[in-house]
Protein backbone atom coordinates (compact mmCIF):
# COMPACT_ATOMS: atom_id res chain seq x y z
CA UNK A 1 0.00 0.00 0.00
CA UNK A 2 2.78 2.39 0.84
CA UNK A 3 4.69 1.84 -2.28
CA UNK A 4 1.24 2.23 -4.78
CA UNK A 5 0.52 5.51 -2.81
CA UNK A 6 4.24 6.65 -3.40
CA UNK A 7 4.01 5.85 -7.04
CA UNK A 8 -0.03 7.36 -7.27
CA UNK A 9 2.01 10.43 -6.11
CA UNK A 10 4.47 10.38 -8.28
CA UNK A 11 2.29 10.04 -11.35
CA UNK A 12 0.02 12.82 -9.52
CA UNK A 13 2.89 15.37 -9.73
CA UNK A 14 4.06 14.64 -13.19
CA UNK A 15 1.00 14.84 -14.08
CA UNK A 16 0.58 18.40 -12.70
CA UNK A 17 3.99 19.50 -13.85
CA UNK A 18 3.09 18.32 -17.52
CA UNK A 19 0.09 21.01 -17.37
CA UNK A 20 2.09 24.04 -16.45
CA UNK A 21 1.92 26.01 -20.03
CA UNK A 22 5.63 26.63 -22.09
CA UNK A 23 6.13 30.21 -19.98
CA UNK A 24 5.93 28.41 -16.72
CA UNK A 25 8.52 28.03 -14.56
CA UNK A 26 9.15 23.84 -14.26
CA UNK A 27 10.91 23.47 -11.00
CA UNK A 28 9.82 19.48 -10.66
CA UNK A 29 11.89 18.04 -13.19
CA UNK A 30 12.10 13.86 -13.99
CA UNK A 31 12.85 11.18 -16.23
CA UNK A 32 11.85 7.70 -17.26
CA UNK A 33 13.88 4.86 -17.90
CA UNK A 34 15.03 1.45 -17.50
CA UNK A 35 16.22 -2.04 -18.74
CA UNK A 36 15.47 -5.33 -19.94
CA UNK A 37 17.65 -7.96 -19.21
CA UNK A 38 17.37 -12.08 -20.09
CA UNK A 39 19.67 -14.31 -18.48
CA UNK A 40 20.16 -17.49 -19.24
CA UNK A 41 22.21 -20.13 -17.05
CA UNK A 42 22.78 -23.70 -16.55
CA UNK A 43 24.07 -25.73 -13.38
CA UNK A 44 23.50 -28.20 -10.90
CA UNK A 45 21.51 -27.77 -8.07
CA UNK A 46 24.06 -27.38 -4.37
CA UNK A 47 21.80 -29.22 -2.64
CA UNK A 48 20.48 -32.24 -5.52
CA UNK A 49 22.70 -32.24 -7.65
CA UNK A 50 20.28 -32.13 -10.57
CA UNK A 51 20.48 -30.36 -13.75
CA UNK A 52 18.76 -27.22 -14.27
CA UNK A 53 18.29 -24.75 -16.83
CA UNK A 54 17.00 -21.03 -16.52
CA UNK A 55 15.72 -18.21 -18.12
CA UNK A 56 15.74 -15.35 -15.89
CA UNK A 57 13.26 -11.99 -18.28
CA UNK A 58 14.09 -8.93 -15.61
CA UNK A 59 11.83 -5.63 -16.65
CA UNK A 60 13.26 -2.73 -14.09
CA UNK A 61 11.75 0.58 -15.20
CA UNK A 62 13.20 4.08 -13.22
CA UNK A 63 12.01 7.35 -12.36
CA UNK A 64 14.01 10.27 -11.11
CA UNK A 65 12.39 13.41 -9.98
CA UNK A 66 13.72 16.58 -8.73
CA UNK A 67 12.67 19.35 -6.86
CA UNK A 68 14.80 22.68 -7.58
CA UNK A 69 18.04 21.09 -5.97
CA UNK A 70 16.45 20.00 -2.58
CA UNK A 71 14.34 17.22 -3.11
CA UNK A 72 15.05 14.34 -4.95
CA UNK A 73 12.66 11.00 -5.62
CA UNK A 74 13.98 7.72 -6.83
CA UNK A 75 12.70 4.82 -7.88
CA UNK A 76 13.42 1.30 -9.73
CA UNK A 77 10.57 -1.19 -9.86
CA UNK A 78 10.98 -5.22 -11.00
CA UNK A 79 9.13 -7.19 -13.02
CA UNK A 80 11.12 -10.47 -12.94
CA UNK A 81 9.79 -13.82 -14.55
CA UNK A 82 11.73 -16.94 -14.80
CA UNK A 83 11.32 -20.36 -17.02
CA UNK A 84 13.11 -23.59 -16.50
CA UNK A 85 13.28 -26.04 -13.44
CA UNK A 86 15.44 -24.19 -11.18
CA UNK A 87 12.48 -23.00 -9.97
CA UNK A 88 11.62 -26.72 -8.65
CA UNK A 89 14.74 -26.72 -6.86
CA UNK A 90 15.70 -25.24 -3.27
CA UNK A 91 18.07 -22.92 -4.69
CA UNK A 92 15.81 -20.92 -5.90
CA UNK A 93 13.88 -20.60 -2.34
CA UNK A 94 16.88 -19.78 -1.20
CA UNK A 95 17.48 -16.70 -3.38
CA UNK A 96 13.48 -16.08 -3.05
CA UNK A 97 14.18 -15.58 0.81
CA UNK A 98 16.80 -13.44 0.62
CA UNK A 99 14.55 -11.05 -1.62
CA UNK A 100 12.07 -11.38 1.14
CA UNK A 101 14.94 -11.25 3.93
CA UNK A 102 13.94 -6.70 3.30
CA UNK A 103 12.17 -4.77 6.32
CA UNK A 104 9.81 -3.67 4.24
CA UNK A 105 7.86 -7.05 2.49
CA UNK A 106 7.64 -5.29 -1.37
CA UNK A 107 7.82 -8.44 -3.20
CA UNK A 108 4.52 -9.60 -4.62
CA UNK A 109 4.60 -12.93 -6.08
CA UNK A 110 2.10 -13.12 -9.55
CA UNK A 111 2.90 -16.27 -10.55
CA UNK A 112 3.92 -19.69 -9.00
CA UNK A 113 3.86 -23.08 -11.11
CA UNK A 114 6.27 -26.00 -11.59
CA UNK A 115 8.10 -24.19 -14.44
CA UNK A 116 7.41 -20.64 -14.36
CA UNK A 117 7.73 -17.83 -11.84
CA UNK A 118 6.60 -14.08 -12.02
CA UNK A 119 6.88 -11.94 -8.95
CA UNK A 120 7.36 -7.57 -9.18
CA UNK A 121 9.50 -6.35 -6.37
CA UNK A 122 11.04 -3.08 -5.28
CA UNK A 123 14.67 -2.78 -6.22
CA UNK A 124 15.01 1.12 -5.24
CA UNK A 125 12.60 3.38 -4.24
CA UNK A 126 14.19 6.29 -2.12
CA UNK A 127 13.06 10.26 -0.97
CA UNK A 128 16.56 12.36 -0.54
CA UNK A 129 16.71 16.07 0.79
CA UNK A 130 18.84 18.36 -0.03
CA UNK A 131 20.48 21.48 2.12
CA UNK A 132 23.93 22.63 0.51
CA UNK A 133 26.42 19.20 1.38
CA UNK A 134 24.13 18.08 3.73
CA UNK A 135 21.64 15.14 2.51
CA UNK A 136 18.67 12.59 4.05
CA UNK A 137 17.92 9.60 2.18
CA UNK A 138 14.98 7.35 2.91
CA UNK A 139 13.97 4.35 1.79
CA UNK A 140 15.47 1.34 0.06
CA UNK A 141 19.06 2.13 -0.52
CA UNK A 142 22.36 0.82 -1.50
CA UNK A 143 24.79 2.05 1.27
CA UNK A 144 28.22 1.31 -0.73
CA UNK A 145 31.01 1.44 2.27
CA UNK A 146 34.05 -0.20 1.42
CA UNK A 147 36.32 -0.16 -1.92
CA UNK A 148 37.50 -3.72 -2.52
CA UNK A 149 36.68 -5.36 -5.62
CA UNK A 150 36.24 -8.94 -4.14
CA UNK A 151 35.51 -9.15 -0.29
CA UNK A 152 34.43 -5.70 1.27
CA UNK A 153 34.60 -6.34 5.04
CA UNK A 154 33.08 -2.24 5.08
CA UNK A 155 30.65 -2.91 3.32
CA UNK A 156 28.51 -3.69 6.11
CA UNK A 157 25.28 -3.67 4.41
CA UNK A 158 24.61 -6.68 2.36
CA UNK A 159 27.91 -7.21 1.06
CA UNK A 160 28.81 -8.22 -2.17
CA UNK A 161 30.45 -11.75 -3.34
CA UNK A 162 32.53 -12.96 -5.91
CA UNK A 163 30.02 -15.40 -6.58
CA UNK A 164 27.60 -13.20 -7.68
CA UNK A 165 26.11 -13.94 -11.49
CA UNK A 166 24.99 -10.42 -12.08
CA UNK A 167 27.99 -8.13 -11.43
CA UNK A 168 25.90 -4.75 -11.25
CA UNK A 169 23.14 -6.03 -9.13
CA UNK A 170 23.68 -5.36 -5.42
CA UNK A 171 21.26 -5.66 -2.70
CA UNK A 172 19.74 -2.20 -0.91
CA UNK A 173 18.26 -1.84 2.62
CA UNK A 174 15.49 -0.18 3.95
CA UNK A 175 17.14 2.63 6.04
CA UNK A 176 17.62 6.26 6.31
CA UNK A 177 21.37 7.96 5.81
CA UNK A 178 22.27 10.99 6.98
CA UNK A 179 25.02 12.64 5.38
CA UNK A 180 26.67 15.82 7.03
CA UNK A 181 29.94 17.72 5.73
CA UNK A 182 32.00 19.36 8.94
CA UNK A 183 34.79 21.57 9.30
CA UNK A 184 38.21 20.39 8.16
CA UNK A 185 36.81 18.56 4.49
CA UNK A 186 35.78 15.83 7.03
CA UNK A 187 32.52 13.76 5.74
CA UNK A 188 29.93 11.92 8.64
CA UNK A 189 27.56 9.30 7.57
CA UNK A 190 24.69 8.10 10.02
CA UNK A 191 22.40 5.09 9.31
CA UNK A 192 19.59 3.72 10.69
CA UNK A 193 18.01 0.33 9.83
CA UNK A 194 15.34 -0.41 11.05
CA UNK A 195 14.78 -4.41 11.38
CA UNK A 196 11.77 -6.85 13.60
CA UNK A 197 12.55 -5.11 17.01
CA UNK A 198 14.88 -2.72 18.65
CA UNK A 199 17.85 -5.89 19.01
CA UNK A 200 17.53 -6.45 15.42
CA UNK A 201 18.30 -3.07 14.02
CA UNK A 202 21.30 -1.63 13.38
CA UNK A 203 22.73 1.88 14.01
CA UNK A 204 26.45 2.83 12.28
CA UNK A 205 28.57 5.82 11.45
CA UNK A 206 31.58 6.22 8.98
CA UNK A 207 33.50 9.51 9.44
CA UNK A 208 35.43 10.08 6.20
CA UNK A 209 38.47 12.73 5.09
CA UNK A 210 40.63 13.09 2.19
CA UNK A 211 44.65 12.60 2.93
CA UNK A 212 46.79 13.39 -0.09
CA UNK A 213 45.50 11.18 -2.13
CA UNK A 214 43.68 9.33 -0.18
CA UNK A 215 40.49 8.23 0.75
CA UNK A 216 40.49 6.92 4.11
CA UNK A 217 37.39 6.33 7.06
CA UNK A 218 36.68 5.15 10.35
CA UNK A 219 33.01 3.00 11.07
CA UNK A 220 31.60 1.60 14.02
CA UNK A 221 27.86 0.85 15.59
CA UNK A 222 25.27 -2.01 16.33
CA UNK A 223 24.94 -4.81 14.43
CA UNK A 224 21.55 -6.08 16.02
CA UNK A 225 23.51 -7.61 19.55
CA UNK A 226 27.06 -7.52 17.74
CA UNK A 227 28.84 -4.41 18.01
CA UNK A 228 31.01 -3.29 15.13
CA UNK A 229 33.95 -1.19 14.34
CA UNK A 230 36.41 -0.75 11.38
CA UNK A 231 38.43 1.53 9.09
CA UNK A 232 39.12 1.75 5.39
CA UNK A 233 41.31 3.70 3.21
CA UNK A 234 41.42 3.96 -1.28
CA UNK A 235 43.46 5.74 -3.04
CA UNK A 236 46.42 6.02 -5.96
CA UNK A 237 50.73 5.32 -5.45
CA UNK A 238 52.84 5.83 -8.38
CA UNK A 239 49.84 5.00 -11.29
CA UNK A 240 48.70 2.17 -8.99
CA UNK A 241 45.65 1.91 -6.87
CA UNK A 242 45.86 0.79 -3.41
CA UNK A 243 42.91 -0.06 -0.94
CA UNK A 244 42.65 -1.50 2.67
CA UNK A 245 39.59 -2.54 5.12
CA UNK A 246 38.94 -4.35 8.52
CA UNK A 247 36.21 -4.28 10.77
CA UNK A 248 36.17 -6.33 14.46
CA UNK A 249 33.16 -7.59 15.32
CA UNK A 250 32.54 -8.09 18.75
CA UNK A 251 29.31 -10.61 19.63
CA UNK A 252 26.34 -9.37 22.21
CA UNK A 253 25.76 -13.55 23.11
CA UNK A 254 28.20 -16.18 23.14
CA UNK A 255 26.74 -18.51 20.31
CA UNK A 256 29.24 -17.01 18.04
CA UNK A 257 32.84 -15.69 18.33
CA UNK A 258 34.28 -12.41 17.51
CA UNK A 259 35.41 -11.76 14.07
CA UNK A 260 38.68 -10.03 12.80
CA UNK A 261 38.40 -9.36 8.93
CA UNK A 262 40.94 -7.58 6.51
CA UNK A 263 41.86 -6.92 2.77
CA UNK A 264 44.55 -5.62 1.02
CA UNK A 265 44.56 -4.99 -2.47
CA UNK A 266 46.01 -3.52 -5.63
CA UNK A 267 44.77 -2.75 -8.86
CA UNK A 268 46.72 -0.97 -12.12
CA UNK A 269 45.69 -0.32 -15.77
CA UNK A 270 48.93 -1.17 -17.61
CA UNK A 271 47.97 0.26 -20.97
CA UNK A 272 44.69 1.26 -22.63
CA UNK A 273 44.09 -1.84 -23.18
CA UNK A 274 45.60 -4.24 -20.00
CA UNK A 275 43.95 -3.83 -16.61
CA UNK A 276 45.33 -6.12 -13.44
CA UNK A 277 43.75 -6.41 -9.48
CA UNK A 278 44.50 -8.51 -6.99
CA UNK A 279 43.46 -8.58 -3.35
CA UNK A 280 44.21 -10.65 -0.31
CA UNK A 281 41.67 -11.66 2.44
CA UNK A 282 41.28 -12.71 5.40
CA UNK A 283 38.20 -13.81 7.21
CA UNK A 284 37.46 -15.13 11.04
CA UNK A 285 33.43 -14.94 10.28
CA UNK A 286 32.72 -18.90 9.96
CA UNK A 287 29.06 -19.24 9.61
CA UNK A 288 26.99 -19.86 13.21
CA UNK A 289 27.12 -23.17 14.50
CA UNK A 290 30.04 -24.63 12.01
CA UNK A 291 32.43 -26.93 13.80
CA UNK A 292 35.50 -27.32 11.99
CA UNK A 293 35.99 -30.87 10.79
CA UNK A 294 31.97 -31.13 10.31
CA UNK A 295 29.69 -31.32 7.29
CA UNK A 296 28.44 -28.21 7.02
CA UNK A 297 24.88 -27.53 5.44
CA UNK A 298 25.77 -25.38 2.63
CA UNK A 299 22.99 -23.11 2.50
CA UNK A 300 24.72 -21.39 5.61
CA UNK A 301 27.57 -19.60 3.68
CA UNK A 302 24.19 -18.31 1.19
CA UNK A 303 21.46 -17.17 3.40
CA UNK A 304 20.86 -13.23 3.93
CA UNK A 305 23.13 -11.76 5.97
CA UNK A 306 25.01 -8.58 6.16
CA UNK A 307 28.38 -10.14 7.42
CA UNK A 308 30.92 -12.37 5.30
CA UNK A 309 30.95 -15.89 6.12
CA UNK A 310 33.10 -18.22 4.57
CA UNK A 311 34.29 -21.91 6.12
CA UNK A 312 38.11 -20.70 5.17
CA UNK A 313 40.26 -17.91 6.29
CA UNK A 314 42.44 -17.12 3.82
CA UNK A 315 41.55 -16.12 0.32
CA UNK A 316 43.96 -14.63 -2.78
CA UNK A 317 41.80 -13.03 -5.34
CA UNK A 318 43.49 -11.98 -8.90
CA UNK A 319 42.26 -10.65 -12.15
CA UNK A 320 42.66 -9.02 -15.29
CA UNK A 321 41.05 -7.90 -18.05
CA UNK A 322 41.83 -6.72 -21.97
CA UNK A 323 40.32 -4.71 -24.18
CA UNK A 324 40.34 -6.53 -27.77
CA UNK A 325 39.34 -3.68 -28.99
CA UNK A 326 36.63 -0.54 -27.81
CA UNK A 327 33.72 -2.88 -28.11
CA UNK A 328 34.92 -6.50 -27.02
CA UNK A 329 36.44 -6.73 -23.31
CA UNK A 330 37.46 -10.44 -22.03
CA UNK A 331 38.65 -10.78 -18.79
CA UNK A 332 39.39 -13.59 -16.04
CA UNK A 333 39.21 -13.59 -12.19
CA UNK A 334 40.27 -16.19 -10.06
CA UNK A 335 39.56 -16.50 -6.16
CA UNK A 336 41.92 -19.04 -4.35
CA UNK A 337 41.50 -20.97 -1.17
CA UNK A 338 44.88 -21.03 0.53
CA UNK A 339 43.90 -23.54 3.33
CA UNK A 340 41.50 -25.85 1.59
CA UNK A 341 42.90 -25.81 -1.02
CA UNK A 342 40.53 -24.87 -3.83
CA UNK A 343 40.19 -22.18 -6.54
CA UNK A 344 37.13 -20.40 -8.28
CA UNK A 345 37.96 -19.16 -11.93
CA UNK A 346 35.22 -16.48 -13.65
CA UNK A 347 36.17 -15.78 -17.18
CA UNK A 348 34.18 -13.64 -19.36
CA UNK A 349 33.80 -12.19 -22.54
CA UNK A 350 31.64 -8.79 -22.58
CA UNK A 351 30.61 -7.09 -26.44
CA UNK A 352 28.59 -3.51 -26.54
CA UNK A 353 26.85 -4.53 -29.45
CA UNK A 354 24.44 -0.76 -29.95
CA UNK A 355 25.11 2.34 -27.68
CA UNK A 356 22.62 0.79 -25.09
CA UNK A 357 22.53 -2.98 -25.88
CA UNK A 358 25.16 -5.31 -24.11
CA UNK A 359 25.96 -8.94 -24.58
CA UNK A 360 28.40 -11.05 -22.12
CA UNK A 361 28.90 -14.86 -21.96
CA UNK A 362 30.72 -16.14 -19.06
CA UNK A 363 30.97 -19.32 -16.38
CA UNK A 364 32.13 -20.16 -12.88
CA UNK A 365 34.55 -22.82 -12.58
CA UNK A 366 35.70 -24.69 -9.29
CA UNK A 367 37.84 -26.73 -8.32
CA UNK A 368 38.56 -28.05 -4.98
CA UNK A 369 39.79 -30.57 -2.35
CA UNK A 370 37.06 -32.57 0.34
CA UNK A 371 38.16 -29.66 2.95
CA UNK A 372 38.25 -26.82 0.40
CA UNK A 373 35.94 -23.59 0.42
CA UNK A 374 34.01 -24.54 -3.13
CA UNK A 375 33.68 -28.17 -2.62
CA UNK A 376 30.34 -29.21 -4.14
CA UNK A 377 30.11 -25.96 -5.89
CA UNK A 378 28.57 -26.66 -9.44
CA UNK A 379 30.09 -25.28 -12.33
CA UNK A 380 27.71 -22.68 -13.92
CA UNK A 381 27.40 -21.08 -17.41
CA UNK A 382 26.00 -17.28 -18.54
CA UNK A 383 24.52 -15.62 -21.37
CA UNK A 384 23.45 -12.12 -20.81
CA UNK A 385 21.82 -9.88 -22.55
CA UNK A 386 20.75 -6.42 -21.95
CA UNK A 387 19.19 -3.04 -22.78
CA UNK A 388 18.71 0.10 -21.69
CA UNK A 389 16.13 2.34 -22.64
Known amino acids: MKLYFLVLLILTTATCVQSQTPNEAKPFKYRFGG ?23 RLRLNFDGAWRSSVQ ?10 FGNLITEPDFDLVRQRQAASYLDLLHVVIDEKH ?3 DTSLYRGTIAFRHGSNELIVGRE ?13 DV ?34 VYAPQDGLDRSTEAARLSTTMHNFDVSALGGRFAKDWLAGADFAGQWRGAGLRGE ?14 LRLTFGSDFAINNKWYVIGEYFYNQGQPPGYVPGQPLNPSALLQYSNE ?9 SAGARYSVTPLLNVQTYAVVDLAGPSVFFLPMATYNLTTNTDLSVGGQLFASSSTGEFNRVPNLFDLEFTVHF
Open 308 to 316: IYTIQRHFL
Open 157 to 190: FNPISPLQVEEDEREGVDAALLKLSLPVKLRWSV
Open 73 to 82: VHVEYDNEVH
Open 142 to 154: RIAWGTAHFWSPA
Open 246 to 259: FTYTARGTSAQSDA
Open 35 to 57: FYRNLLTSSHSYFTGDAYGDDLN
Open 116 to 118: AYW
